[in-house]
């Protein structure tokens, strides 16, 4: 790991200030991926800003029809939390089921969604759930935030503070978990909003997805019948030495209808 | 440039000067000299650097001294009493042969600590997803998931 230097951000607006003002610098979450890519020389920053000591990026509340998680919460917290249980189980089941025991216990929602890794598991669930990627200077809907791989809308000196998912009628997140990695090899989120339905996919293509031909079947009938024929195309999928395009293809279909029949 | 970091490690008070970049894992062990807490792969998959902090398990080798800055570590070495009596999970981990080299052992047991911490009464299911972030290339694990199950009975009893 080339050397850095490291900054306690007081507050958001120190941090964004820092961001803007110094030469390469990177904000520092729960450094769960940004630590390593730092070991394999993948980035060299000049500069990390630590937002840990912020009190106010961290904790869940439930505001009326949304699950607000601030960035700094850790994926343990949401999985363990009473009120995520109950208003949005599926985005507490998403999060015990990122990395394992002790990644859950330092990676933030806010590094997670930040970072866009293509197979991530929140960008699934901020895309499927509806959500909004709130920021130090305005609110993106998640459907315009992830823009490709390690990609986002984020601009300069724009720090996420939380992530606002809409509460849906039912929900269900299905992973095929790499088994030594725990990212997801393909990951879906159904949700349903009365007659609306989203259908989010991770792990396959550069960047989180939807599948609109799944959701128009299912808003039709929801039922796995409904889309048991439908295939998404391997074109624009990724191949690599885990699995090819065409086996996450057809992961797709799987793990979608998977979820659909826990959910009904 | 070095950084002053402060700390508190076994229930003592330590400071050092360290480079931004230094390793939490690398103070415990080259700093502080306690090098009960290893390191296995380097990577945050092998979970042999695993210590408490604040009394959550984390990976040490993933971390950055600077962020332990005013947190409580435990490592391996802060487990038994002061008079040697071993912890209920290290004792475990001896009575049902819960290594074979040794190696991950100190991440094994600071994480199954941190199991029976979390869930007590974990069924032996729960207890083998929970160690998915801790690899032993010797024992296939029979002896560990035992050692934690039984050891987590025994905190259990304690704590009530």
Redesign the interface.
Known sequence: ??????H?AADVADASGKLTSLDDPKI?AG??TL??T??NRLAAPSD?I?L?GIADLKGISVEGNEVVVRAMTPH?VVAASAEVQKALPALAQLAGNI?????R??GTIGGSVANSDPAADYPAGCVGLDATIVTNKRKIAADDFFLGLFETALEEGEVITSVRFKIPDRAHYMKFRHP???YAVVGVMVAQYGSKVRVAVTGAGPCVFRVSEMEAALEKSFAPASIANIKVSAEQLMGDIHCSAEYRAHLISVYARRAVEAMV | MDIEVKMTVNGKAVSGKVEARTLLVQFIREHLRLTGTHVGCDTTQCGCCVVHVDGVAMKSCTMLAVQAEGKAITTIEGLAAPDGTLHPMQQAFRDHHGLQCGFCTPGMVMMGVDIANRLPGADEKTVRHQLEGNICRCTGYQGIVEAIMDASAVMNAARS
Do not use: Q, T
């Open positions: 790991m080339h050397n850095f230097n490291y306690r520092l450094g769960m630590l390593p730092l070991k990390l630590d840990a343990a990395g394992d025991p002790a990644v216990h330092r030594a990695s725990g």
